[in-house]
């Protein structure tokens, strides 16, 4: 799945890329193989050397590339729940707490 969090300003009082100075979203993917972020990035108008490989491998947008993300499925998140899903250490830990919560058998009483 592809993901774009809210736009908005992560400067932090920094200098940034007129670009950005309005503001920034990330476009990033749960998925370990980056390739369709890669060929959805491309659709944008991205190019690939504008590429972030970092803790959690993104693609910096401005205002009309969040907007054009959207309009072409990628799915809003906040910035808390994009690195939850996106993050490679995160995503082992959600897989772990998904398997242990399914093997894990129900002792309550109704």
């Known amino acids: 799945m592809i993901y774009v969090d809210t736009f908005q ?18 476009l990033a993917t749960d998925s370990d193989d980056l390739s369709d972020l890669h060929a959805f990035a491309a659709k944008l108008g991205l190019r690939r050397a504008w590429f ?11 205002r009309d ?5 959207q309009k072409h499925g990628a ?4 910035a808390r729940e994009l690195i939850r899903r996106c993050r490679p250490k995160q995503k082992k830990l959600n897989e772990k707490r998904v398997t ?3 093997e894990r058998p129900l002792t309550h009483k109704l």
């Open 9 to 26: 300003n992560y400067s932090f009082g920094k200098q940034v890329h007129p670009v950005f100075q309005n503001g920034s979203a990330h």
């Open 52 to 62: 972030q490989d970092k803790r959690i491998p993104h693609y910096d947008l401005n």
């Open 65 to 69: 590339g969040w907007l054009l993300a």
């Open 75 to 78: 799915q809003l998140v906040s």
């Open 100 to 102: 242990k919560n399914e």
